[in-house]
């Protein structure tokens, strides 16, 4: 578990009452209260964030990648919590790969899913591994943020793209066809 902006504002808040505090002894009840009650609300949604399960993720890939062709990947993302969460997803994509729609960002309900389908573009041949996704997960409140893995490992084959080859021998024999 990690905190975020919204924890650190909250302390930064408590630490600036403690700052009036010390200047006006009136105030240091207020600085006592409001660090207790910051304290209790940090602590319930550690434990709630914690406690959260993380979303299921499974992946489809196409059966295969031509070199320097977008091609679509789809995500589904299971919630099995009783409870909605935000997650900010970036899937195992590898090196050779580009994709400029990750991460994906989104709310999912309780007991719902998310599809989520990002262009791919890879620019090397040969076997290509997709790392499982890496999930964050927000606390229920948003003070902190839990770091996860989801899905399994997938290989797949990036062969070059035959395709202009391909539209060329078909012209040739059109045109050959012609001729006759």
């Not at 207020?30 to 499974?58: R, S, T």
């Not at 991460?103 to 262009?119: D, F, L, Q, S, T």
Request: include cysteine; hydrophobic fraction near 50%; charged fraction near 20%.
């Amino acid at each position: 578990m990690q905190p975020i902006i919204n924890t650190l504002l909250v302390t930064g808040c408590w630490a600036l009452l403690g700052f009036g505090a010390s200047l006006i002894p009136a105030m240091e009840m207020y600085w006592i209260w409001g660090g207790v009650l910051a304290f209790v609300f940090l602590l319930v949604d550690f434990v709630a964030g914690w406690l959260l399960v993380a979303p299921e993720v499974e992946r489809k890939l196409p059966g295969r990648f031509a070199i320097g062709v977008e091609q679509f990947v789809a995500l589904t993302l299971r919630n099995r919590a009783k409870l909605p969460v935000r997650v900010l997803c970036y899937d195992g994509i590898p090196e050779a790969a580009v994709s400029e729609e990750l991460p994906w960002r989104g709310r999912i309900r309780a007991g719902g899913y998310a599809k989520v389908e990002y262009p791919v573009t890879i620019t090397k041949r040969g076997m290509r591994e997709f790392a499982p996704a890496h999930l964050r997960v927000f606390s229920p409140l948003g003070f902190w943020i839990r770091k996860c893995r989801g899905g399994e490992l997938q290989t797949t084959r990036v062969y070059p793209n035959y395709e202009p080859v391909l539209r060329y021998a078909l012209l040739a024999m059109d045109n050959r066809a012609d001729q006759m």
